[in-house]
């Protein structure tokens, strides 16, 4: 997933980070989902995560801190991240374990270097 988003050109990175939504917007799209959410926060988001779980239950959210990661959490923790994302999916839409690695198509993806 790291190599994915390190592949992301960057201008397109910043159109993507620069949504002209309010934080208020995103909790709502993510309170009505009716698919399994995976809400991987920072501690200063815990009561979010806590509301969230609140609301959804334990079938519909999980929710997991990352008690010493800064704001790139798929950067900072990596594996972890990496991990949880890779098994959430499996569970969320019962795919087999090797279904979550992304194809290659036979091409080694770019270390983004």
Do not use: C
């Amino acid at each position: 997933m790291l190599r994915s988003a390190l592949q992301v050109p960057a201008g397109a990175a910043n159109q993507l980070i620069a949504q002209p939504y309010p934080r208020t917007y995103w909790r709502e799209i993510v309170a009505g989902q009716r698919v399994p959410v995976l809400y991987v926060i920072r501690p200063r988001l815990r009561e979010q995560g806590q509301a969230l779980l609140a609301r959804k239950g334990g079938q519909l959210a999980q929710v997991e801190v990352f008690e010493d990661a800064g704001h790139a959490l798929f950067v900072d923790a990596a594996p972890r991240f990496n991990a949880l994302t890779a098994d959430f999916a499996r569970r969320a839409f019962s795919l087999p374990a090797n279904a979550a690695r992304p194809a290659t198509n036979g091409h080694r993806p770019s270390s983004g270097n």
